[in-house]
């Protein structure tokens, strides 16, 4: 077994303890893993808008774990319900079988989504709700005898999850590079919508790029609108660095699909429930699409549980043929997991009750002038917000991209606050349950990292 690295990176401000486990066997996802076991960041607990690490420093939680715990953590109703749950009936299948709990959860939740999306299919996390949301295109369009209909276009700089159909409708680089040997034929991408040079420090949606949406209609003289099954995009882009759309781009968006019988698909893992002040971004920003992703904040990141919602016609189309076959050879052994289907029940019961969508669009304006207060900060070129998320975009430093992005994360969280960088951006996304105090506090220590890093 390796040594045992022994917190070589903390400073003052954070306790240091002699223990940690072996971080030698856990290959982790998404972390530059020799940096990490050199250099540990272990939590151990978590309350309300806090962490607590393994050495018991508090941690303000600026990111809801991983946009996933939305009415914070530590809810005593969702443990409840998962332990009543698990002792009742610890699992049962979805396949030919069905247990009352996931009907119930389907039905909850189309009471929260736009007009229209009445149908739910239940996968465990968003990469799964993506490639769902894709087969499911094209068993639609074959259904409804259009079966050349097989093209996709995603976007670039979009994340959809890590699956095949996932990295091959998204647009990070580095997400497909080392596998863009085996991607989906097919796929086009549309422009990015990011905008630095004439919409930095926007606040809310710029008014600049809608006609970025018109690179469709090229896409559909380029290949046909009889090859094409589905435009796949985020609302609000998470991943790449908060990137909102332009005013009337989705819009547009959705205007050209309807046009040519094309599929609209909003991944909203990251902007359903309550991110940007409404239920779903679609309502937020008034589009209606055919199908919307969802995981994370389902269930605030309690068991993993992702949910397709899909539009009644879609639905309708596929329940063709004889009624003793399955219409749609797809689904996961947990799909609608009972003890995930009731972290989620009691999950949307505190969202309800506690008014927390709407306590994200209230907040929205305190949030967006407490980021906006660190424009003029060394190296700071940029500012994006909507509902409770921001991204705050750095120049990159002689070091190379990304690295003072890591060092502004790594600084702030040493000192007591969590946040997310992805490059030179940082996102910050707190539970919707923060207070303006601590929004002042998480801004004020990013604000303390941006010049202590330079
Ligand atoms: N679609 C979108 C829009 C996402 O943001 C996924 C799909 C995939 O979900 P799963 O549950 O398979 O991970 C995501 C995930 C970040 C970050 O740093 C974002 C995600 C995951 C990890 C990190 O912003 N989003």
């Known amino acids: ?64 774990g991983l946009w996933c715990c939305n009415a914070g953590h530590g809810r005593r109703e969702i443990s409840e319900a998962v332990s009543n749950q698990i002792k009742q009936m610890d699992y049962a299948p979805s396949f030919q079988m069905g247990h009352p709990i996931a009907f119930e959860l389907a039905e909850r939740l189309t009471e929260l989504s736009p007009e229209g999306l009445n149908k739910v299919f239940f996968t465990n996390s968003g990469s799964e709700s993506v490639d769902t949301a894709l087969k499911m295109a094209l068993c639609y369009h074959r259904a409804n005898g259009q ?12 994340y959809h999850g890590v699956g095949f159909g996932g990295i091959s409708v998204g647009g990070l680089s580095n ?22 040079q004439n919409a930095a420090f926007t606040r809310g949606l710029s008014p600049f790029g809608a ?70 971004a679609s309502q937020r920003w008034g589009v209606i699409p055919d199908m919307i992703t969802t995981a994370k904040a389902i269930n605030n990141g309690a068991i993993p549980m992702g949910a397709v919602f899909v539009q009644d016609f879609i639905h309708d189309t596929c329940m063709q043929g004889p009624t003793e076959l399955i219409e749609f050879f797809h689904g996961y052994t947990y799909s609608g997991h009972p003890v995930a289907a009731a972290a989620a029940l009691a999950t949307l019961s505190i969202y309800e009750n506690e008014q927390l969508f709407e306590r994200s669009f209230e907040l929205e304006r305190y949030f967006e002038d407490a980021v906006h207060s660190l424009k003029g900060l060394p190296n700071v070129i940029d500012i994006r917000n909507t509902g409770l998320v921001a991204g705050i975009q750095f120049s990159p430093n002689a070091q190379g991209a990304g690295k003072r992005g890591y060092g502004v994360f790594e600084h702030c969280f040493r000192h007591g606050t969590l946040v997310r960088a992805t490059g030179d951006i940082i996102a910050m996304s707190p539970p919707l349950i923060v207070d303006k105090r601590e929004i002042d506090q998480m801004v004020n220590s990013l604000s303390d990292a941006i010049n202590a890093v330079g």
Request: hydrophobic share 40%; no cysteine; net charge negative.
């Open 1 to 64: 077994m390796a040594d045992l690295p022994l917190n070589s990176s903390s400073d003052a401000s954070h306790q240091s303890s002699t223990e940690h486990p072996s971080l030698e066997h856990f290959w982790m996802p998404f972390t530059a893993n020799r940096q990490f076991k050199a250099s540990p960041r272990l939590l151990a607990k978590a309350e309300g808008m806090y962490y607590t690490d393994i050495d018991g420093n508090k941690v303000l939680d600026a990111t809801a």
């Open 175 to 196: 997400n497909r590079k080392a596998f863009s040997g085996q991607l989906l034929q097919g796929v086009d991408h549309l422009p990015h919508t990011l905008d630095i």
């Open 211 to 280: 006609e970025k949406a018109e690179v469709l209609e090229q896409l559909v003289t380029l290949h046909g609108a009889e090859n094409i099954a589905a435009v796949i995009v985020e609302p609000m882009s998470g991943s790449a660095g908060v990137i909102l759309p332009p005013q009337g781009y989705l819009k547009r968006l959705r205007e050209i699909t309807q046009k040519y019988g094309i599929l609209l698909i909003f991944d909203e893992v990251i902007t359903a429930f309550g991110r940007v002040g409404a239920a779903f």
């Open 147 to 158: 079966a050349s209909r097989t093209r996709f276009i995603g976007r670039e700089m979009g």
